[in-house]
């Protein structure tokens, strides 16, 4: 049985810490070997082409092309006084507007790389609600229905804030049909189980809407733990010279975040990064830290970020199921010659 883009992208991120329970001894090193990442560009936006897709279903894409956007149409109903049905010209012809966000799979592990960040244009989801006339005293749920037969929710509340959109762009184009066409759910912070694509249907609820992964043991909140990843060097590549330049991202879910640091002997010790100012609150970061390695050898560099409101990333490696993966982004750097720069 062939291996999965997901089942690869868990071994390359659980492989990534095996310097964290192996140490760098002899054995250590041929297990990390067997598992080295190569260095990651790091850009501030991801081309629409190489943003990570995850479905619930193999069918979901097939379905998503069997859509006839002539015939397709939004229906809004539940508890509002005005039940809308929009069609997609109708979705166009609204007040739109431009959104930089993140979007991060539940499943991404320690230095994974099932998330991306693009510029959404769309319309507010708050003002379609209003529109409806929303009973903002019974309403407690906003569920969302794709064509393809998925689901999910989210508070009334956090529906009614200005940051939730439902868009049609996605960098500039058209919103590709893998990633939701005609159009998908944009809720800052919220892992991408909540970001519902191909939706055809919202519906104010009065209770607790329990989703398809909800169903399935997953969690409801679903707001995205702080990240943080080291994308170069990679893990295991040999380093020459005497400086070297490190680089990643980092993450904070509903928050911005304010600190990135970097150790180079396994968290004992840790240094500030240098961030890049985000175009967005509701993007990663990309930060960079240039380091003059001490000697020769092998270091076990481990990041970690802390958002806006102090929030530390939590250290504790924890598996995705049921409200995402926690724990810190480890590497092993192995410095082969350091060059005097007179030399």
């Known amino acids: 049985m062939p291996f999965s883009r997901r089942t690869i992208l868990k071994a390359a991120g659980w492989g990534a810490l095996a310097g964290m329970t192996g140490g760098c001894d002899d054995i250590g090193g041929i297990f990390g070997r067997m598992f080295a990442v190569p260095p990651r560009e790091t ?12 479905n619930y279903a193999d069918s979901a894409v097939s379905m998503s092309r069997e ?9 809004v109903k539940g508890q509002v006084k005005t039940p809308l049905s929009l069609g997609w010209r109708d979705i166009l012809n609204r007040d739109s507007y431009n959104q930089i966000s993140t979007l991060m799979c539940i499943d991404t592990l320690p230095g994974g790389d099932s998330m991306g960040n693009a510029t959404w244009r769309g319309i507010s989801l708050k003002k379609l609600l209003q529109e409806a006339g929303a009973d903002d005293e019974t309403a407690r749920d906003v569920i969302f229905r794709g064509i393809d037969g998925y689901d ?3 508070p009334f509340k956090r529906a009614m804030q200005d940051d939730a959109m439902l868009a049609f762009l996605m960098n500039g184009e058209k919103l590709p049909k893998e990633h939701g066409f005609p159009i998908r759910l944009i809720v800052p912070g919220l892992y991408g189980i909540k970001n519902v694509k191909w939706i055809v249907e919202i519906e104010v609820y009065p209770g607790d809407h329990l989703g398809y992964w909800q169903r399935k043991g997953w969690t ?5 733990k702080v990240f943080s990843r080291i994308d170069s060097p990679g893990h295991y590549q040999t380093l020459r010279g005497p400086e070297q330049k490190f680089r990643g991202i980092a993450f904070g879910g509903p928050n911005s975040i304010g600190k990135v640091e970097i150790s180079f002997d396994a968290g004992r010790s840790w240094n500030d990064c240098q961030i890049e100012p985000p175009m967005s609150p ?34 504790e490696i924890v598996r995705p199921q049921p409200d995402g993966a926690s724990g810190l982004h480890t590497i092993v750097a192995e410095v082969g010659t350091i060059e005097n720069k007179s030399g």
């Open 43 to 54: 850009t501030y936006f991801t081309p629409n082409g190489k943003f990570y897709v995850v």
């Open 67 to 75: 859509i006839n956007i002539e015939q397709w149409k939004l229906h």
């Open 152 to 154: 999910d929710s989210i």
């Open 220 to 224: 409801d909140d679903a707001t995205i």
């Open 282 to 315: 509701y993007s990663w970061v990309i930060w960079n830290y240039s380091w003059k390695p001490p000697k020769q050898g092998k270091f076990q560099t481990v990041v970690r970020a802390t958002d806006t409101k102090g929030r530390l990333q939590i250290a």
